[in-house]
């Protein structure tokens, strides 16, 4: 008769796996299953059945077995040579610094590495225990062959790369909260990645090279002060978030820094002075490669490939990346005066973005802008930065009043006035938004009737909630700016 060994919680359990694995046997049944407590037993009912010629099966528990928590239990120095290396910090390697554990097996495993260290080393295994969540499906809940939801890593490097995987699951990190599967976001750091790869070329193609310092250039123009400020705030950050386990804070900082600060705003306002243009080229171009020295050594934990092979591209380097020095967060960088007015600068130009975007102007009309209440700071900013704004915004410094139609964006003080007579239809435009905020309100009020309906909240899927509070949310925040857009035009 086949033998079969089974493990299980109880006897039922057992007597169910049984079952299980003898299903295709014909003539099996829960009464032929026997399970008995010794090897003596088992030894006497099989020879009892032979003589009667009876045919069951006999389930006899295994006592030789050694529970697998407890052999893992002895990892954090079994593998270091104990018991044959008696001195108990085994040559310095013991205790560990920090053990990186599912919360899962909290108790199966990293409590037991804990008393069997304390038991037979007398000391701790490690003095730092951080429990990261669980890989969920996208929906939030888990992962199951059965269901079908599983997900190969293997096939989503295959499609979007190691770097994209490993930021992913970085910026996702968050402690005490499991990480849901999005594919969309492996996607989106994917071009995060391409993003990095395309400033590189940039930089090469305008003569750009590696850094030859660890310490910022010195530069005067405000641009670069400002980016070298962001740099070192940036770098500041993320310390602070790797000394705190902040996986997803580190990955964030240094993500909003590299897409929006670096690429998006930083090489955007250089172009001329790259192009031969404007005064400061070898002043920028210094300054390119440091902040780009510095971007590749923050990034290379998250996205080691990507980096390295960057590193090397930029110009002759004596030592591979993953040694590099780490970037030295020198408050003295700082210059707060740059910040202020480089900072101006972007919310200036986002805000009659903005305003463009929302009031349809076309996206090739240059449009004259008037300024009022400005202080003499502004004034002298609009100087500075009239050749930037003329570029990004598609504007030019007007003088006198505006008269007609026209769209106004306040930033600090003043109020910045675009003159749209002959460039879009206003009475069209007005009525267009007022017909737009008619149908986002009401969609607006519909949600939020229904999330006050305490039958819905209680009775309704928990995710649908959650959807229509989003819808909400999204509703609220575009009849705000629709309001806005209508206010801009006077």
């Known amino acids: ?18 079952l299980e694995y003898y299903k295709n046997v014909p003539g099996i049944c829960r009464e032929a299953i026997v399970i008995v407590n010794s090897a003596a037993e088992q030894r006497e009912l099989r020879a009892k059945d032979r003589e009667i010629g009876q ?10 077995v050694l529970d697998t928590w407890f052999s893992s239990a002895l990892w954090p120095f079994a593998t270091l040579g104990w018991p044959d290396n008696g001195d108990k910090t085994l040559s310095g390697r013991y205790p560990n610094d920090v053990l990186i554990s599912g919360f899962d097996i909290l108790f199966f495993w990293d409590a037991r590495m804990m008393m069997q260290g304390m038991h037979f080393m007398e000391d701790v295994p490690f003095k730092t225990l951080y429990l990261h969540g669980l890989v969920r499906a996208a929906d939030g809940s888990k992962m199951s062959k059965s269901k079908g939801n599983t997900v190969d890593p293997l096939g989503l490097i295959d499609q979007y790369g190691t770097d994209a995987l490993r930021f992913f699951m970085a ?12 594919e ?5 750091y994917r071009n995060f990645a391409t993003k990095l790869w395309n400033a590189a070329r940039f930089a090469q193609a305008n003569g750009i090279g590696a850094s030859t310092t660890l310490e910022a250039p010195n530069a005067t123009l405000a641009v670069n002060k400002w980016i070298i400020a962001e740099t070192v705030k940036t770098v500041q950050a993320v310390d602070l978030a790797l000394a705190d386990y902040r996986f997803d804070g580190a990955a964030n900082a240094i993500y909003q820094f590299v897409w929006s600060r670096f690429c998006d705003w930083y090489l955007e306002l250089i172009k001329p002075v790259l192009q031969g243009g404007e005064a400061g080229g070898d002043e920028t171009r ?6 780009l020295d510095q971007i590749l050594v923050l990034l290379h934990p998250f996205m080691p490939f990507i980096t390295e092979e960057l590193w090397h591209a930029m110009g002759a380097r004596d030592h591979d990346l993953i040694v590099a020095h780490w970037p030295m967060a020198d408050a003295r960088a700082l210059d707060p005066e740059a910040e202020r007015e480089i900072d101006w600068l972007i919310r200036l130009v986002s805000e009659i973005r903005a305003a463009r975007t929302e009031l349809n102007v ?8 008037h300024v009022r209440d400005a202080n003499d700071g502004t004034t002298a900013r609009l100087a500075r930065q009239a050749s930037a704004l003329a570029r990004l915004a598609r504007v030019d410094a007007a003088e006198g009043e505006a008269s007609g139609g026209a769209a106004q964006v306040v930033v600090d003080e003043a109020t910045f006035v675009l003159p749209l007579e002959g460039v879009i239809d206003l009475d069209a435009e007005r009525q267009r938004l007022t017909k737009a905020i008619a149908a986002v309100e009401k969609e607006r009020d519909a949600l939020g009737g229904r999330l006050s309906n305490a039958s819905f909240v209680e009775r309704a899927k928990p995710e649908a909630v959650e959807k229509a509070k989003a819808d909400h949310a999204d509703k609220m925040a575009e009849a705000a700016r629709l309001h806005a857009a209508l206010g801009r035009l006077g």
């Open 1 to 18: 008769m086949a033998e079969v060994s089974l493990v299980a919680e109880n006897e039922e359990g057992v007597i169910e796996q049984a």
């Open 55 to 64: 045919s069951r099966i006999i389930l006899y528990r295994d006592p030789d």
């Open 362 to 369: 076309p996206p090739g009309a240059r449009l004259p802008m």
């Open 286 to 291: 210094a300054v390119v490669g440091w902040v």
């Open 171 to 182: 910026a996702m990190e968050s402690q005490g909260r499991d990480i849901k599967m999005d």
């Open 184 to 188: 969309r976001r492996v996607e989106g």
